[in-house]
Every structure is written in C-alpha cells, then in structure tokens.
C-alpha cells in the first residue's frame, strides 16, 4: 500500500511553477507547450546530520566538508558549473579529485543537453565508491527555482540558477548551525562554486558566492601538479594566454551547421563516418549512401581535422578529379619525423614538412590507376566528434633535449598506438617521468592554425611492455569496462558467499519449486583446460523405445541475477566477459562465474535443462526446457574425452554417454554441413605460459583441434535453435535472438578476381551452401595450408553476427548466415554473455517458471540492452585479439634473442602473401597467426591488375616476381622504435630475394 | 533514450517535481452558470474542464425518449485553444464522439434513470485546456455537475490516471508522460469499490495492469474525499443562504446523492 497524495500548490505561484514557450515542429508549425512544476520544500541537501533535512540513504556530504584545499581551512564543498563537466570530465572523474561535490539538477540537465556521452560519465561518477557526490533537484526546491525572465538566455538563467543554489547551500548551512550563546559559534563548511566562465564568476563575486575557476582550485589542492596535467587544453581558451602567432590557417573552416543540414537535404553533401586508412595516414575513406564506393579523402586538408570515427559531412569533387586508392603505404613516423611540437612552430619548418608530405602525395598520384577510380572530396564539417581517451606513448624526440630533467611545461607529441589517429599535441610537466610509459590522452580541440590537435594528459598507465600497462592499454583502448565490482553490485549476491549450496529437496522452498531433479543422470562437463566458469554440462542416455535422450544443462544464472537490480544492470553494461592471454575481466561477480553457477563436478548445481528425444538419425522427436538441479559426475577436458571415446576398454556409463553424445554430435554435424553450413577459419594460436605466475610467454603453437571440441559445439547449437524457436514462439515481439546475415556479393569481388587470376579457381558466393563447397574446392596439392588461407580471407569478407530483438527486423533476416540456420540465439553461455541472460529468463518466462520482467516486453529496452551488448562483443573480440598479438610479439622476442644467442642466425618463418602494395607486400605468417608489413625502398615494378610485384634482386639483377599467395620465406624481428617505446613486429623477405639490403 | 525530458529521473522525481504517487494540483468549483441546472469547472494541473447538466427535462425529440428511464445525452466540445496546436475539431469526429459515449457509458449505471421515464438528461463537457488526463478531468467534473443538479447517484464517480514507466507506476500523467508511457483511465465508484470505466489506448502487459489498477482504485478514494468535501461545503453555503443552518452533518450527502 502506498501513499497517495496531492500535491497542493498556490495560485499565486502560477508565476514562478508556470512555463510558456513556443516550439517549431520539423514541419515548421509553431506550437505553444505550457509546462507547469511543483515546487517543494522536501528536496534535500544530502549534507551528513542536517537538522532540517530526513535523509533516506546513507551515502551523504560529510558534515564539514573536505579540509584539504588551502584556501578554505573550515572545509569546502564544490559545486561545479556545467563548463566544468563539459571540458574537465577528466579531472573531476580522477581519483586524486577527492573534493565532496554538490551537483545541481540544472548542471545535470544542461549536461545531457549538449552531449551524451559525457553525461553517461556524469551519471556514473555519481555512482562511483569514491566520490562523494550528492545531486540537488534545485529546480524543484521552493527556494533555488529559478524563472527565466524576460530577455535572459537560456544559459544566462541556468548560471543565474546555480549561483542561486550555491548562495541557498551557503545560507542553509549557516542556518542549520546557529550560535549557541555560551559556545564558540561554529566552524561553518563553505560552499564554492567553480566555473571556468568568467562573467558568471564576475556576478558571483558581486552576489557575494565564494567562487573560483577550475585552475586557481585545483592550484590550492594538495596534490596539484599531478591534476593540473588533467586540466583541458579548453580551459585556457577561456582565459586567453598570448596567442599563438600570426600564422595563416593550415586547414579550411567548416560550415556552419545549418548550411550543413540544407546541404545535405539538397544532396550536395554527404554525410557518414570517417574512417582513417591504417596503412597510409594522409588517406581516409567515408562511406555515403550516395555512392557505392566510399568517398576518398586524400591529403591533410581534405581530411580537415576527421579524426577515426567521427562522422563527418563531405563534399564530393567533380567527376575527373576523381582518383584510385593509394597502393602504398605512408607511415606518419616516418615522413613527420622532424616536426617541432613547441607552438613557436617556424615558418620554414613548416613548409619543409609541408613539403615531404606533399612528396609523398605525388609520387602516389603518378600511379593512380584509372581502372579504381572513386570519388573524392573533402571534409566541410562536423556532425559528431567521436573523441575518447586514447593511449598513447611520448614522442621522445619531441623533448627539448636541455629539458629532460627539469619539470618545467612544455609541450610535447602523443603518438596513439592505434596508427589510425594522428599524433597529439598537449602540455605537461611531467615529460621526462612519462617518457617510455604508456598514457591516457583525451583530444580537446583541434584549431585550423593547429596542423595537430592539441589534448591533455588523462593518466599514466604505467612502463611500456610491462605486462600492467599494456592490459590496462588494451583494455582502454577498447573500451573494456574493468573496475572491480562496486558493493551495491556485491550486495545482490547470496549472503551465504562461497558457502551457498543447494537446499535440501523440499517443494515448498524456493529453490526447489518447479525443479526438476536430475542428480541421479550421469551428468558430465567439457571443457578447455584449467576452465574455471563451467556453463555448459551433456548427458545422453538409450531410452527403451529405441531413441536417445540427449540433455544440455546450463548453468542457471538468471535464479541469482535477477533483473532490475544493481547486479544486472552492470552485467547488462559489461555485456560480455573479456578473455585476455593472462587475464579474465568478468562480466559477473567471480563468486557466481567460477563457483555458485560453474557447473563443477560432485556438486549440486541449480541448472536450466534443455532436453531432447533423439532419433537414431539424430532428428528432434521431441524437446523440453525445464530448471533443474544437477550433479555432474566429472568434469573432462577435451583431451581426457578423447581418450575414453578412444580407449575401447572403458565402458563404465559415463564413457557410454560421452561415446553416444559424439555419435550424436557426427550425425548433427553432417545435417549440418548438408543444409549448408560454412566451416570458417580465423587464425587461432595459442600462447604457452610458463607458469600461471610469472605468465611469461615461452612459445606460440596453433590451437589444436579434436573430436569433442565439436562435440560440444554441436550440442549448444542444437539447445541454442531449440531455444531460439521456444522464445520467439512465446514472445513474437521482444525474443532476443542472434542473426548472420548475408554479405553482399560485392564484398566478395577482389578476393574472386584474385583467386581466378593467380590460382584459376572460382567462389560460387549465391549461397552459404554454395560458398561452402566451392571453399572446399580451393586446394593446393602442394600447400595443404592454401586452403585454411582462403578461408580465413572469405571469413575476412563476411559481416559479423550480431544480436536483434526479434520484433525490430522483418522475419525474413532472422537467418544465421554461417550456420544455416533459419533462427539462432545466444543460450549455452550466461556466466559470460548478457544476452544468454535475457534469453533465460524469457526462456523461464516463455515455460511459465517465472512471469517475465517488464523491461523485456519493451522492445526499445531489449533494443537498447543488445545494442550494447553487440557493441561490448566486438570490442571484446578485437581486444582478445589485441592481446594475443602482443603475446606473439613477446613470444618472439624471446625466440629472436635465442636465435641471436645460440647460431646468430635470424627467426625466419614461411608466410603467404595476402596483398600487394606499390612499395611493399602484406604477408600472413600462418604459424603465429600474425600478419606483417615487407617495405621496399629501392625501385619495384607493380602490376595492381595481376596482383604481382617485381623485385630486383640486391645486386641488381633479374630479380624475382611475387603475387598474392605465394609462399615467401621471411624472417622477423622485434623492433623497438627509439622514439616511442613502441614494440614493432619488422619483416624483412629471406626468399625467393633476400630484401634486407632494398 | 528518445526523450530529450527524463520522465522519471534517479531522484525519483518526474519532469514536474512530483513523485510517483502524487496528484497534481486539483481544484473542483461547483459556482452556478446561470442558464444550466447544474454545472462545475474542474482542473488537474493545467488541464481544465466545465460541464453544464440540464434536467432532467421532456427531451426535445421524441424519438430519443425511453418508455421506463431517462436518455442520458452527452455532448463534448475541445475548444481549439485547449492544445498547443491550434486545431478545430468538428462535432462530427469520430474521436470526440467516442469520448462522449465513453462519459455515458460510465455514468448510466450510476444516474437512477428509471427515477425518471421519458425524460433527458443532457451532459455538456467542455474542454478549455489540455495537459493529460482529459477524461478523467470530464468524469469528475460530470459527477460534481450532475450533484449540483440534484440529479440522484448511486455514488461518486471518481476517475484518475495512471501510467508505468519501465517498472515504476505513476498517476496523474501529464501529456508529456501520456505520449511515452503506456497509460489506463480508471473511474471507480469509492463507496462499494466497483469500477464503471477502464479506458486503455495504448499497450499494457497484464501483469502490470492488475497493479495500475488497484493503485487507481486507491487514487479514486483519495480524490472522492476531495470532491466530497467541495460538495459538503456548496451544500452548507445553501443550507446556510436559506436560514435552515441546523442539521448539516449528513444532510448534504443525503440530499444531493441517493443513498443505494
């Protein structure tokens, strides 16, 4: 029973609670809107032990605020203006920001008025443990509500609210605490209000506010000058230093954004994301509905400040200007080596940059190839930035020599590792201790006069190559979420803790209610080695009739995380568990993934059952989902499986099972591959790891594969479609399920044009069942890895599967493409994936275990949680990726300096070629599952219709002639480049030409 | 997240500071237009509405006359001025009919017709200004102004809003929460706990509904308190006018409703 009230209000206050205005809708109407809002008198300070203020929850202000800054020894509070979270996200968000901060609901509103992203950072700094942040609904308190009075703009009224607030803080403070007669009267907190905008401090001063900007505070901190590194490059603007010089605009300005909109409603321009090319960083590519092809962006000022990812707005160049790619590759390193950060940037350097680049763009152009001609343009303006904090590594060379030791500012160059950004300029005192570490840069601006954009320090990482550093990297790269998990997260698991077990049976508890037991099945897991999250558990037993049952129990994650609560909305958030090389970031708490949901064996585990009646042939007779309670029998590794399938002397029950399942899985199997089923390679390596301790990576070998890996494989992807069907069925509109759709034939053109003029081979692409024979056609008999090469570059021309709500997409795209199957979803792996999670509970719902949660019969929720989780996916897998890559780097690090040691000799490995470029050759080594550059600096003869290069040999003869896929021999070393710290994977070709010397 | 306004925000304040639970503003005037025989101005917040009653009287078409009970006629009228966007709606629209047989359908089996063979009673509902809730503002102002009128109810009827967003119920929608949320009308009779009119136009899963529901139902209860107020105190300004100032404790209710 609630309470229901009215809420009464004056007519009198009709002047202050009502709001008119008039809007524009998109059709040009004018339509007046009347707001009206209560104003109240219980909206509360959040200050610990306030006499006037009940507060409900215990995290509160402190009660004298914080005594650390010098210039208020009674204690502060802060009370930032929305300038502050627009420009120094970073250093309120720092750790060493411990100040107690007051955030007005007008700062909150304006915030997620002007940008998004950052006010997701806002909200969850609000929720972060250590910081201590209360939000004051000041445009619903009596006294702090402001009106906009006539004349006033909106942010003048918002700044007149603010400082409103701030001056009802101050006087509420002092009211709470009065002098009593007979005592010293009290030491009274004091409330500043920070803003970087300089009219707004000017009127506070006046009114009396204690205020200050962002950089005289952080100044009277204890720990500035580790935060005034955090302060934006903005925050200078503001108050403007001497400007940076007479010298004319490197880049053209944008348009303004209405011309902007009309020009693109017109058609004149385009807009899309900007992609930058990773091989060539005066080149970048945007993709427009208009065209095609992507639009090219050639040269600096064509690209006018895009930086990857942004999306952008272009304007497409007539017809005869437009050109082909460039097929060579430009590194930024290289050609801009010599470039000054300092700002005194003179003229003549300048154009000696100028210059080189210049260079570098022509001795392109004379090779443009008329045949690939796409349209070009160039950058006029800017929808979105799509800036976030990059890592990057200090360009050494960029010091002032004279300057290494001292901890004056200066400025330097951030080169990102990503070679898709281009480097940043930013100011800091710390140079000389950041040099060889990796750190966080953000991108505050990047001017016309300004041939970089400049940013500001976020935080160092730690030394570059230390095994620390570069998992936070990647994991910031990435954008991998891996804070420990909050208390309010740790607060939803059971109390019981790592001592929970399953209640004894009884069918009036909870636990047990609508459960089926299956202890007595002879219930057994497979998984990898040393795998601690254990989701999935089979059994499969003859049944009298003649048919098999076969079961697939799952772990039953959605009885602990239940939907709604702090738990299941960080899952929700991290989407998916990431698997680094040395290192798990769960999805949920580890008390669930590796104990009270890992399906261990000799346990009682709650499960979620799919089980089946099989035919002898392996067709469904019947299915059934059911919760259950499970004891697994033992846990195998995939080896150990193997081996009792093997060895025919073994005939307990449980080998019989496993025995029956691999049956089972061969015949699924082969229907599989006759409805046409792709078998798709991507390169997988494995890393060795001495010891779990040291994690030092002593080799790297290629993942081995047995039968009952696909053994397992099989059996989640029947329960998968079974699911699939069972959730759709009961929820039409909001089931969530996965999809693959088809690509689009064109993507498959240059890899059909190259196989058919080097090899004569075709690709049939019309269907996955074509595709997948005419894969199984492209042999070599001399290369047995020519095959495996083919597949993983088919594999490379293929979308990426992704997650739906089954009501938002026309059923006709529900397919799994790589699969064959008419209808998919994600079921088999909840401890690591957020979407098995909603598939279990609608699973459980669509079974009438438990009535579903309303949030997943919204369709714009489901929609929102999977558009997330899709995101979180693919970085998971890039930065899985990123990870190996860089354990095969320190893996052959390690075999270089063997090599060096014991024959002097070189690490040379057989690589294939996968693409030719004007000065080099893009090689795949297949043994290490890396891919690598060969640069020639000596005059080549490129043939781009045949995909063949021409190289003199080095004493100036006949020289050899390579194409794509051919069989090269090339050798690989480790490289560390002098000025940024930055591991680099160098080949040089051994065979047929040896090229070190070109 | 499609709206630019947070209709329900960390703080657990909506766009306009109440809470979940809290009504808007209300206010009920029972004042006398001259010409009708009952009539009373309601307003929700920014919502506003009059209804004039006229009868029970001879209807004026004999077609429409009913042999054992009187014809309840209703008639709606949305001024263009009560939205933002100018709009005249004819009297013909299917929309504002539908209204109006929404409004006559709940009160028939509150009016004691059969009182009153061959006879109309006319209802008309005017709509000066809208910001969500219009019908249950209509409902609550056709009861007061059938009360002013002396025509007999077996009880109040007293209707009110109310909405979910995610999973968080709320009453009293104004248009802004009306256009994102899924929303149900609910009018009850307060006295026996019986509902005369569920209106649901938008989608609502049912096990949220059975919750909406019971909330409105308690709503009902607090705002027939309200509107009982306002009629006692109309009641003892006449009995007072008349000089008859004696027995005013169960005298209004009595008068002005029919006890069932």
């Not at chain 1, 609901?105 to 910081?131: F, G």
Request: net charge neutral; aromatic share 6%.
């Amino acid at each position: 029973m609630v309470e229901i009230t009215i809420r009464k209000r004056q007519r009198e206050d009709a002047v202050i609670t009502q709001r008119k205005f008039f809007k524009k809708t998109a059709r040009g109407k004018v339509i007046k809107v009347i707001r009206e809002r209560y104003l109240r008198d219980d909206v509360v300070c959040g200050i610990e032990g306030c006499r006037e203020c009940s507060h409900t929850t215990d995290t509160l202000l402190p009660r004298n605020g914080s005594p650390d800054h010098k210039s208020f020894p009674n204690g502060h509070y802060v009370l930032p203006d929305t300038n502050v979270f627009l420009a120094q996200m970073d250093l309120m968000e720092s750790s060493l920001f411990t100040s107690p901060i007051i955030l007005l609901q007008t700062v909150l509103e304006e915030v997620r008025h002007r940008s998004l992203p950052l006010y997701n950072r806002l909200k969850a700094l609000v929720n972060m443990d250590d910081k201590r942040t209360w939000i004051f609904y000041n445009e619903f308190r009596s006294e702090t509500a402001v009106v906009r009075e006539e004349g006033e703009t909106p942010n003048d009224r918002n700044d007149r609210g603010i400082r409103k607030g701030t001056a009802w803080y101050n006087s509420h403070i002092s009211l709470t605490r009065p002098t009593i007669r007979g005592q010293p009267p009290p030491t009274l907190p004091t409330v500043v209000l920070l803003t970087d905008d300089v009219a707004n401090r000017q009127k506070a001063e006046k009114e009396g506010i204690p205020s200050l900007s962002v950089r005289k505070y952080v100044e009277g901190m204890p720990n500035n000058s580790q935060l005034l590194d955090l302060l934006s490059a903005e925050s200078d603007t503001i108050e403007p230093t001497v400007a940076a010089g007479g010298r004319g605009p490197l880049y053209p300005e944008y348009l303004s954004s209405g011309t902007l909109t009309a020009g693109i409603k017109a058609g004149e321009l385009h807009q899309g994301h900007f992609n930058a090319n990773t091989f060539n960083y005066l080149e970048g590519s945007v993709a427009v509905p208009a065209f095609t092809k992507k639009v090219l962006l050639v040269g600096r000022e064509n690209m006018n400040r895009a930086v990857d990812g942004d999306i952008v707005v272009v304007e497409v160049f007539p017809e005869k200007d437009w050109k082909a790619p460039a097929d060579e590759v430009v590194d930024q390193e290289v050609t801009l080596r010599n470039d000054d950060a300092e700002d005194s940037e003179e003229e003549a350097d300048n154009d000696e940059v100028i210059a080189e680049e210049r260079k570098a763009l022509r001795s392109e152009e004379a090779a443009r190839r008329a045949a690939e001609r796409q349209p070009t343009g160039r950058v006029v303006g800017i929808i979105k930035r799509n800036w976030r904090a990059y890592v990057c590594h200090i360009d050494s060379s960029s010091l002032t020599s004279s300057n290494t030791t001292s901890i004056s500012q200066q400025t330097v160059f951030a080169t990102p590792v990503s070679r898709l950004l281009p480097r940043i300029r930013m100011r800091t005192r710390q140079a000389p201790t950041l040099i060889g570490q990796k750190i966080l840069v953000t991108i505050d601006k990047w001017d016309v006069h300004s041939r970089y954009p400049e940013g500001h320090f976020v935080r160092a990482l730690g030394k570059a190559e230390s095994k620390e550093a570069e998992q936070e990297s990647l994991l910031l790269e990435f954008d991998v979420p891996y804070r420990p998990f909050g208390k309010a997260i740790l607060d939803c698991l059971p109390p019981e803790g790592d001592q929970w077990v399953v209640p004894p049976k009884s069918e009036l508890g909870p636990a047990w209610r609508d459960r089926e037991d299956l202890r007595h099945l002879n219930i057994c897991s497979i998984d990898p080695p040393n795998c601690q999250d254990i989701d999935d558990a089979l059994h499969a037993t003859r049944l009298p009739n003649g048919n098999i049952e076969a079961g697939v129990h799952i772990a039953d994650v959605s009885h602990f995380v239940l939907p709604d609560n702090p738990m299941d909305s960080e899952a929700a958030s991290r989407g998916t568990t990431v698997y680094l090389v040395d290192k798990r970031i769960d999805m949920l708490p580890a008390l669930l993934g590796t104990n009270l949901c890992s399906l261990r064996p000799f346990v009682e585990r709650l499960a979620f059952s799919v089980i089946w009646e099989l035919s002898p042939e392996a067709e469904i007779v019947n299915v059934r989902f059911t919760k259950s309670v499970i004891a697994s029998k033992f846990a195998f590794e995939y080896t150990e499986a193997q081996r009792r399938i093997d060895d025919a002397k073994q005939t307990d029950d449980l080998t019989e099972s496993i025995r029956l399942l691999n049956t089972m899985a061969k015949k699924l199997r082969a229907g599989r591959m006759a409805a046409g089923a792709l078998n798709l390679a991507s390169p997988e390596v494995k890393i060795h790891l001495d010891s779990s301790e040291s994690s030092d990576p002593i080799d790297v070998e290629q993942k081995a594969l047995v039968e009952t890996n696909s053994l397992v494989e099989e059996f989640m992807l029947l329960a998968n479609i079974s699911v699939a069907q069972k959730i759709q069925d009961a929820f039409p509109q909001t089931a969530v399920l996965r999809r693959h759709l088809p690509p689009p034939p064109t993507n498959f053109e240059k890899l059909q044009d190259i196989l058919k003029k080097r090899r004569g081979l075709s690709l049939d692409v019309s269907s996955s069942g074509a595709l997948a024979a005419s894969l199984d056609k492209c042999l070599d008999p001399g290369e047995p890895a020519f095959n495996t090469l083919v597949r993983i570059m088919a594999t490379r021309c293929m979308l990426s599967a992704e997650y739906f709500c089954s009501g938002s997409v026309s059923k006709d795209t529900f397919g799994h493409y790589g699969l064959a199957s008419p209808i998919y979803t994600h079921f088999t792996s909840p401890i690591r994936r957020y979407a098995d999670v909603l598939a279990h509970r609608q699973l459980a719902a669509a079974i009438a275990h438990v009535p579903l949660h309303a949030s997943l019969h919204s369709k714009a929720h489901v929609e929102r949680v999977l558009g997330g989780v899709n995101r979180r996916h693919r970085m998971a897998q890039m930065a899985g990726r990123a990870s190996v890559e860089f354990y095969v780097g320190l893996a052959l690090q390690g075999r270089v300096a063997r090599a060096a040691q014991t024959h002097a000799g070189r690490v040379t490995q057989e690589a294939f070629v996968i693409r030719t470029f004007r000065n080099g050759l893009n090689v795949f080594v297949s043994k290490l599952g890396i891919e690598g550059l060969v640069m020639f600096k000596r005059e080549t003869q490129f043939d781009a219709d045949d995909y063949t290069l021409t190289i003199p040999s080095a004493d100036g003869g006949a020289g050899a002639t390579i194409a794509v896929f051919d069989k090269v021999v090339v050798s690989i070393d480790v490289e560390k480049d002098r000025n940024t710290q930055r591991g680099k994977v160098k080949m040089a070709l051994v065979s047929p030409v040896d090229s070190v010397g070109l | 997240m499609s709206s630019r306004i947070e209709i329900l925000n960390d703080g657990g304040f909506r766009s306009d500071g109440r809470r979940q639970y809290e009504l808007r503003e209300m206010t009920f005037d029972m004042a006398e237009q001259a010409g009708a025989d009952g009539s009373a101005s309601v307003a929700h917040g920014l919502t506003q509405v009059r209804v004039s009653v006229f009868g029970p009287r001879e209807a004026k078409m004999r077609s429409q006359t009913i042999h054992d009970r009187a014809n309840i006629n209703v008639e709606v009228g949305i001024a263009p001025f009560s939205t933002g966007d100018r709009r005249k709606r004819s009297k013909g629209d299917k929309r504002i009919l539908e209204f109006a047989s929404t409004i006559k359908s709940t009160f028939e089996p509150v009016i004691q017709t059969a009182l009153y063979p061959r006879s109309q009673i006319d209802i008309f509902v005017h709509v000066l200004q809208q910001d969500g809730g219009v019908l249950q503002a209509c409902i609550n102002a056709t009861t007061l102004a059938l009360a002013n009128a002396g025509v007999p109810l077996l009880d109040f009827v007293c209707a009110v809003t109310g909405g979910v967003h995610a999973a968080a119920p709320m009453l009293d929608l104004t248009t802004l929460e009306e256009n994102d949320l899924p929303h149900v009308t609910v009018a009850v009779m307060p006295r026996t706990g019986r509902v005369t009119l569920v209106s649901m136009e938008t989608r609502l899963h049912v096990d949220r509904f059975e919750e909406i529901l019971r909330l409105a139902g308690q709503a009902g209860g607090v705002i027939h308190k309200e509107m009982r107020a306002v009629v006692r105190e109309r009641t003892k300004g006449l009995v007072d006018a008349m000089g008859a100032g004696v027995r005013t404790s169960d005298f209004a209710e009595d008068a002005m409703v029919a006890d069932s």
